[in-house]
T-cell receptor, first 115, second 112 residues
Framework: NAGVTQTPKFQVLKTGQSMTLQCAQD?????MYWYRQDPGMGLRLIYY???????DKGEVPNGYNVSRLNKREFSLRLESAAPSQTSVYFC??????????????FGQGTRLTVV | AQSVTQLGSHVSVSEGALVLLRCNYSSSVPPYLFWYVQYPNQGLQLLLK??????LVKGINGFEAEFKKSETSFHLTKPSAHMSDAAEYFC??????????FGSGTRLQVQP
């Protein structure tokens, strides 16, 4: 049972390079999320998708774009990476449109370093 | 602004001692609260969740949390710490954005 799968697990980028973080879930969940985790700051929401075909900005969307390719996949793109985007990125999904007592399931994370 | 606040970024206990990790929520949040655990180099997994059915919630690995409306708290406890409990713990709730909002986390260290 794969759950939420993120690729790659590790990545080093040079400033200005672009890349896409991939996320796929096999639980038929409607909602998907991208978070970044930085020391002492918990997890901060970058973007989320309440359902297929919709995306919304979270707390820290600047410098990122997302695509909800289909119900399973939700990708995060860095168009021009900056050192401030060095972080651990987590993708998550939940069953319904989020909210209430809906549990979110997390991937294993992508550790990104921008030099 | 976050809707949940975790007091104490680091907590250290001895093996066998009581674990108490603190979480306070803002009174405006819906009464759905979660505790997640993150083991080193892993993703987050759910420990327990409060859904207003009962104020004392039991989770996995012997953890439990009590919802106290009068104190706007949802503290996580475990009677006897084990070395395997060393991890980072996050309190969370849903906000109007319909996505989980997390506290800043508490790293639990268990001393032998």
């Amino acid at each position: 049972n794969a759950g939420v799968t993120q690729t790659p697990k590790f990545q080093v980028l040079k400033t200005g390079q672009s890349m896409t973080l991939q996320c796929a879930q096999d639980m038929n969940h409607n909602s998907m999320y991208w978070y970044r985790q930085d020391p002492g700051m918990g997890l901060r929401l970058i973007y989320y998708s309440a359902s297929e075909g919709t995306t919304d900005k979270g707390e820290v969307p600047n410098g990122y774009n997302v695509s909800r390719l289909n119900k399973r996949e939700f990708s995060l793109r860095l168009e021009s990476a900056a050192p401030s985007q060095t972080s651990v990125y987590f993708c998550a999904s939940s069953e319904r449109g989020g909210g209430g007592n809906t549990e979110a399931f997390f991937g294993q994370g992508t550790r990104l370093t921008v030099v | 602004a976050q809707s949940v606040t975790q007091l104490g970024s680091h907590v250290s206990v001895s093996e066998g001692a009581l674990v108490l990790l603190r979480c306070n929520y803002s009174s405006s949040v819906p009464p759905y609260l979660f505790w997640y655990v993150q083991y080193p180099n892993q993703g987050l997994q759910l420990l327990l969740k409060y859904t207003s059915a009962a104020t004392l919630v039991k989770g996995i690995n012997g953890f439990e949390a009590e919802f106290k409306k009068s104190e706007t708290s949802f503290h996580l406890t475990k009677p006897s710490a084990h070395m395997s409990d060393a991890a980072e713990y996050f309190c969370a709730t849903y906000t109007g954005r319909r996505a989980l909002t997390f506290g800043s986390g508490t790293r639990l260290q268990v001393q032998p």
